[in-house]
Every structure is written in C-alpha cells, then in structure tokens.
C-alpha cells in the first residue's frame, strides 16, 4: 500500500515536472519568436520604405534568426522575386493585343533592364555570403554597388522610354509600377546593407 501510493506520487510528480518543462519550451519558443520579429521591426526603421519593409520581411522572421547578414540576404530575395514578378508582368504586357511596335521595342528593352537588375541582385547576394572572409570590406562594398545598380538598370526602364507621348498611358502606368517596385524594395536591401553592423 506504501509502496504503491509512494509511486503514485512519484508519477504525479513526474506528470508534473513534465508539464511545467513543455510550459518552459513553449515560453522560450515565443519568446524567441518575439525577439526575431522585434529585431526584424528595428531594423525596418532604417529603411526608405519601412512598411513594404515589415510587410515582405516579417515573414523570413524566424528564418533570419535576428541575423543582419541573414536579413539583407533575405531582403535581396524579396527584391529579386519582385523583379522576377515585374518580368513577368512586362512580358506578359509585350504579348497583348494592340501593343505598337514602339511599345513592344521599349518593353523588350525594359525586360533586359530588369534581366540586368536581377543579375546585380545575385551579385550583391553572392557578395553578402563572402562578410566571413579576409576582403570583408571589399565584399560589403560591392554588395552596396551591385545593389545600387540594380536600382540604376530598372530606373533606365521607365527613363528609357524617352518619348513618352508613343506609349499608351495605361502601358506606362503598368511599366511604372513594376519598376517601382523593384526599385522600393532594392532600396531597402541597400539601406539593410548599409546599415548592416548597426543595431
Ligand atoms: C549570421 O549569418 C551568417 C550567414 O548568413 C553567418 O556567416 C554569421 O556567422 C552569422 N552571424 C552571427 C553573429 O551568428
Ligand atoms: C512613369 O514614369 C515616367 C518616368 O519616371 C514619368 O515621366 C511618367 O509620368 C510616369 N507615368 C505614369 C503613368 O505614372
């Protein structure tokens, strides 16, 4: 009978340590997960569009790991499925129906511009995974250039359609958008970047 109530305590207090250790897990967890979106929404405010910032970033939270390194590798992702998006958009554009010969030339060079863009992305990204070695400085610095090109080929889109009377306003209202928006998110993937060993 001792033995027996002996060990019923002991597997109600096993019950017990259990419970409260699951109880200490789940409170880490969120803790942790609270200080992965906390860093990644003070590092937004350094950004040139802070919510586009939240809104494409706060998802890669848990991912990032409250790593700036990790988080400007993120944000050129973003920015390069957004370009990825915007060629796909201007392509589609290229085919419709009604499009002039004009429009289709300035789209074709549009979709390069945006080609270019996405390929200076991969470089700044592939720049940003090179911080751990010697020429650390070097590598941070062409990631900064890379990524500013970037912006400079897609701005050359819109900019390169010097006569804008020959392009149907709803053409270039669509061309303005998709640049637009590799351009606000390549800008935040360089503020990142710039401001990158700030806290
Ligand atoms: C941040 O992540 C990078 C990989 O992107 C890694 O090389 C670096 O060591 C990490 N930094 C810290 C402080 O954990
Ligand atoms: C598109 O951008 C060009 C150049 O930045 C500008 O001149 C034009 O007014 C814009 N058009 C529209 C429809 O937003």
Redesign the pocket.
């Given at each position: 009978m001792a033995n027996s109530c002996k060990s019923l305590i002991l597997y109600l207090f096993a019950i017990v340590v259990f419970f409260s250790q699951t109880q200490v897990l789940v409170t880490a967890a969120k803790d942790s997960r609270q200080a992965n979106t906390n860093f990644v929404k003070t590092k937004c405010k350094v950004t040139t569009y802070p919510s586009l910032c939240l809104k494409t970033l706060i998802p890669y939270a848990s991912s990032v790991k409250a790593?700036s390194?990790?988080l400007c590798?993120q944000a050129l992702n973003v920015a390069t499925k957004g370009a990825r998006d915007a060629s796909t958009i201007v392509s589609n554009l290229k085919k419709q129906k009604g499009i002039s010969q004009y429009e289709a030339a300035a789209l074709k060079d549009c979709i390069e511009d945006v080609q270019d863009a996405m390929y200076e992305l991969k470089r700044a990204f592939e720049a940003m995974?090179h911080?751990?070695d010697k020429d650390k400085e070097f590598q941070l610095s062409n990631a900064k250039t890379y990524a500013s090109a970037a912006i400079t080929d897609a701005d050359s889109c819109t900019g390169g359609l010097s006569d804008y009377s020959k392009v149907n306003p709803k053409v270039m209202d669509t061309i303005n958008r998709s640049m637009s928006v590799i351009i606000r998110l390549t800008s935040n993937a360089l503020s990142l970047i710039n401001h990158l060993y700030e806290y």
């Open positions: 790593n390194t990790n590798k995974g911080l751990g």
